[in-house]
C-alpha cells in the first residue's frame, strides 16, 4: 500500500499538541478524523473541518493512518488493544503511529500484534511542547520497520523537522526516555539558576539573555526559563505526564541496571510539586518550589 495526499488520517488525542498537529495535516491537504474523550478541545479542529467521530472504533473503521497522542500508557493499550480498540477494528494495511510518551516494551507488543493482523505500527514520540507543535517543528523519533517509516515520512514532516527513524519497534520510545532524563535534572538547574540570579540583585532576564548563549544553553533555558520568571505556568507539557515519562525512564534504566540518581531526584521533586496541587501546570512550575 502507498499513502498519498488524499489519505484519510484519523487522529485520537487533540490536547495541548496534539491539537496543533492535526490542524498542520489539515493545512497541508490531508482528510483528518478526530476523537478525543473531551469532545469540547476538537471545536476548533472541527470548524476548521476535522471530522468529528464519536469512538475509537469508527476512527479506526473509515482512516488508513491512524496517529494517537493520548496520556498515559493505560490510555495506548485500552486505544490500540482494548475489545473496541483500534486493531480490532482497522482495515489491514492501515499505519499506526503512536506519539504518545509510552512504554517502549508496549510499544512492541503494538508492533508486532499489528504485524500479525498485516497492519503496520510505529511508535514517534515527540519533543518541542507547544511551542513545537505550534510551529511544526517537533523532534519526531521513530521505532519500526523503515519501509513503513519511509511511507508515513511526508505526514510526519507535516509536524516536524527533526524526524528520525532510531531502529526497531520501542527505539523510538526508547529514544524519548533519553530526551526526557537529559531533560529531568536540566530542569532542576534552569529553576536554581534563575532564584539564584534573584537572591543575587541581578536581573534574571539579563543574565538568561547572557547564558542562554555559551555552554549552559538549551531548550529549557531559552523556552521555559522565560515563562519562570513571568510568573507564566501554563501547560505546554503537563507536569503530570513529565512525572509519567520519568517514571517509565526509571523503571527501563533499572532493567538495564543503569543508575539515574538526577532523574530520581528531579522525579521527587517533581512529585512534591504535584502535591502541591500543581499537576495540571506547565512544568516550568518547578520554579515554585523554591519560592
Same mark, same amino acid.
Given at each position: ?41 476538537? &471545536? /476548533? ?17 473509515? /482512516?488508513?493512518?491512524? *496517529? ?53 505500527? @510505529? ?16 523532534? *519526531? ?13 511526508? *505526514? @510526519? ?63 529549557? &533555558? ?27 525512564? @526509571? ?17 521527587? &521533586? ?22
Amino acid at each position: 500500500m502507498t499513502l498519498s495526499e488524499n489519505t484519510t488520517v484519523g487522529f485520537i488525542g487533540v490536547g495541548v499538541m496534539g491539537r496543533s498537529m492535526a490542524s498542520h495535516l489539515m493545512k497541508a491537504g490531508y482528510e483528518v478524523v478526530v476523537y478525543n474523550r473531551t469532545k469540547e478541545k476538537a &471545536l /476548533s479542529l472541527i470548524e476548521e473541518g476535522a471530522k468529528w467521530k464519536d469512538t475509537v472504533k469508527e476512527v479506526a473503521q473509515v /482512516s488508513n493512518v491512524i *496517529i494517537t497522542i493520548v496520556g498515559y500508557p493505560k490510555d495506548v493499550e485500552e486505544v490500540y488493544l482494548g475489545e473496541n480498540g483500534l486493531l480490532n477494528h482497522a482495515r489491514a494495511g492501515t499505519y499506526f503511529l503512536d506519539m504518545t510518551t509510552s512504554s517502549p516494551s508496549l510499544a512492541v507488543k503494538i508492533y508486532e500484534e499489528a504485524k500479525r493482523r498485516k497492519m503496520h505500527a @510505529l511508535d514517534a514520540p515527540v519533543s518541542g511542547g507547544d511551542v513545537g507543535a505550534k510551529l511544526a517543528k517537533l523532534a *519526531i523519533m521513530v521505532g519500526g520497520d523503515e519501509n513503513d517509516f519511509q511511507e508515513v515520512l511526508p *505526514i @510526519l514532516e507535516k509536524m516536524g523537522e527533526n524526524i528520525i527513524h532510531q531502529g526497531n519497534a520501542g527505539s523510538g520510545q526508547h529514544t524519548k526516555m533519553c530526551n526526557q532524563i537529559a531533560i529531568a535534572p536540566t530542569m532542576i538547574g534552569v529553576c536554581e539558576a534563575i532564584v539564584y540570579a534573584e537572591k543575587a540583585g541581578l536581573s534574571p532576564k539579563k543574565v538568561l539573555q547572557t547564558i542562554e548563549t555559551g555552554a549552559a544553553g538549551s531548550f529549557s &533555558l531559552s523556552k521555559l526559563a522565560p515563562r519562570m520568571i513571568n510568573g507564566d505556568f501554563e501547560p505546554g507539557f503537563y507536569v503530570k505526564h513529565f512525572i509519567k515519562d520519568m517514571t517509565i525512564a @526509571l523503571q527501563s534504566a533499572e532493567e538495564m541496571g543503569i543508575l539515574t540518581p538526577g532523574l530520581k531526584l528531579a522525579k521527587q &521533586l517533581y512529585e512534591q510539586l504535584a502535591e502541591r496541587g500543581e499537576e495540571n501546570s506547565g512544568t516550568q512550575a518547578l520554579y515554585k518550589l523554591y519560592n
